[in-house]
Structures are given as structure tokens and as C-alpha cells.
């Protein structure tokens, strides 16, 4: 069968097991509330605040946006399937949904790597860094770190929809992903495989090392000429919850797109991809909320203001 004549997929769920639906859907909705409130609350506060305009709160509010597109190219549809009989997704909804999926995760990763490099420069280029990280240049990095990977996954979007899908049309995960979609896929997949496998892998993996180099130089740098407990504690702080933040996305993505392609390994792919899709999201803004005095101190001036 030609893939024009492909009009839906067909998305299987978290699980099989059909009694845990209820139980998952209130789990999935709660955590996409939080993510959504949370993460509007750090967007607002760091508009708002003036305290707060530097480019450090500037890419978190950029975090903060992307963690809510994010989980929203996910999340209703994935609470729509909790009770839904037929489960469908158009092709054109499906390879949409991949597109954003792919380019929205790939951002994330770019933007973790740009905040290491923003807390590496502040701490051990002080006296440097109103020169080095700038307005202009937060502004050519915000542009450069969306655009890039919005190319990146056109690409995927475009060679998956190429593929001829000739046998079931049902998806064995919760998202239309291109892993599972190879596995429909009839044909010379092997193009596909290698962009997935070692493109998207590298890609993966070099932003997690230059992210974790960026944390690695400052703790290093601050053990050996900090002498201020004061100041070590506050530095090490911030990048605690900022690595924290590094640890809880990689962890995920790197077990699933570094794997080898293989039908067994969709049922461990699809439990874990929740962690990225909707758990990171969902506690992004709490870390950031918890472990950062200065957000505290300014939502806690909004809220003031609002009572």
C-alpha cells in the first residue's frame, strides 16, 4: 500500500493494561496543570520583574515557555486516549505532532547547553560577562537555538511521511515518534535509521557534554578559588538545580535514541518518554521555584501585590 493512501494511525497508550487508564489520566492531567500554571508563573514573574531582567531569567523564561509547548504537543492527546475507543490520529496530525515532538525536545537541549554556558561565563568570567553574554547576544542565541532544531526535525517530518506503510497502522506508544513509525514502515528505512540513530544521537550526546563541561569548570572553579562559603553555597545552588534539571531530560533521551532499534525495546520506550514528556516538564518550574531565593522572592511580591 502507498503511504498517500495512509489516512490514520492508530496511538496504543502508556499501557495495555486498560484499569490503570483512570488512575493515569488523573496522575497525567495533574502534572500537566503544574505544568502549565507553573511554568505561566515563571514566564509572569520574570516579565514583570525588573529584578529579574538578566539573561539568565531570560532563557529561563524561555525554558518556561518551551516546557509548556512542549507537553502540550503530548499531554491532550494523550489524556484524550485514556478513554477513547478508536484512538485515532490522522497522518497529517501524526506527522505534525512528530515535527513539534522533535523540534521542541531538540530546543530543550540546546537551551540546557546555552544556560550552562551562561552560569560558566557569570561565575568564572565575572568581570567579563555583561561583554560576552549581552541583549544582542541572548537575542542571536534564543534565535539560533529555535531555528536550528525546527530544521532538524523538518527533516525528519519530511522523510518519515515518505515512507510507504503497508502492514498495521497501530503505534505502539502514546506520541507518533519516528522509532515506533519505523516499525510500520515497510521499504528501505535505512536513511531514517541513520539520521535517528546517529544524527539525532550525536546531537544528544554533544549537547549533554558541553552542558555537563560548562557544570564541570565551575564546580571546579569554584573549589579552587572561592574562599567565600557564602558565595560557594549560593553558586553551587543555582547550578544544582540547574544540572538537576540536565539530568532529568538526558537520563530519558539518551536511553531511548543511543538504544538499538527494536520492537522489544518500544514497551521500555514508551514508559519512559513520560519522564520527558510530562514529568520533566512538570518539575522544571517547582526546582527553579524551590531552589531559586530570587524567583521565590519575586513571586512572593506578586503575590503580595495581588492580595
Known amino acids: 500500500m502507498n503511504h498517500t493512501l495512509v489516512t490514520e494511525f492508530f496511538l496504543l497508550g502508556v499501557t ?9 489520566f488523573v496522575m497525567v492531567l495533574a502534572m500537566y496543570l503544574v505544568t502549565v500554571f507553573g511554568n505561566a508563573a515563571i514566564l509572569m514573574i520574570v516579565i514583570l520583574d525588573s529584578k529579574l531582567h538578566s539573561p539568565m531569567y531570560f532563557f529561563l523564561g524561555n525554558l518556561a515557555c518551551l516546557d509548556t509547548c512542549f507537553s502540550t504537543v503530548t499531554v491532550p492527546k494523550m489524556l484524550e486516549n485514556f478513554f477513547s475507543t478508536s484512538k485515532a490520529i490522522s497522518f497529517l496530525g501524526c506527522i505534525t505532532q512528530l515535527h513539534f515532538f522533535h523540534f521542541l525536545g531538540c530546543t530543550e537541549g540546546l537551551l540546557l547547553a546555552v544556560m550552562a554556558f551562561d552560569r560558566y561565563v557569570a561565575i568564572c568570567r565575572p568581570l567579563h560577562y555583561t561583554s560576552i553574554i549581552n541583549r544582542q547576544v541572548c537575542i542571536q542565541l534564543a534565535a539560533t537555538m529555535w531555528a536550528i532544531p525546527f530544521l532538524q526535525a523538518l527533516l525528519h517530518s519530511i522523510l518519515t511521511s515518505q515512507l510507504n506503510f503497508c502492514g498495521s497502522h497501530h503505534i505502539h506508544h502514546f506520541i507518533c515518534d519516528v522509532k515506533p513509525l519505523l516499525e510500520l514502515a515497510c521499504g528501505n528505512t535505512e536513511l531514517n535509521r541513520w539520521l535517528l540513530n546517529t544524527f539525532t544521537g550525536t546531537f544528544a550526546i554533544g549537547l549533554f557534554f558541553l552542558t555537563f563541561l560548562s557544570y ?58 513520560v519522564m520527558y514528556t510530562v514529568v520533566t516538564p512538570a518539575l522544571n518550574p517547582l526546582i527553579y521555584t524551590l531552589r531559586n531565593k530570587e524567583v521565590r522572592g519575586a513571586l512572593n511580591r506578586k503575590i503580595k501585590i495581588l492580595l
Do not use: W
Not at 495495555?16 to 493515569?24: A, V
Open 16 to 24: 495495555d493494561i486498560q484499569e490503570l487508564n483512570p488512575i493515569l
Open 216 to 273: 564541570f569548570y565551575i564546580v571546579t572553579y569554584l573549589f579552587l578559588k572561592t574562599r567565600s562559603c557564602s558565595m560557594l553555597h549560593k553558586a553551587l545552588s543555582t547550578c544544582a538545580s540547574h544540572f538537576m534539571v540536565v539530568i532529568i531530560f538526558y537520563a530519558p533521551v539518551l536511553f531511548i535514541y543511543i538504544n538499538p532499534d527494536s520492537g522489544s525495546s518500544l514497551e521500555k520506550d514508551r514508559i519512559i518518554a
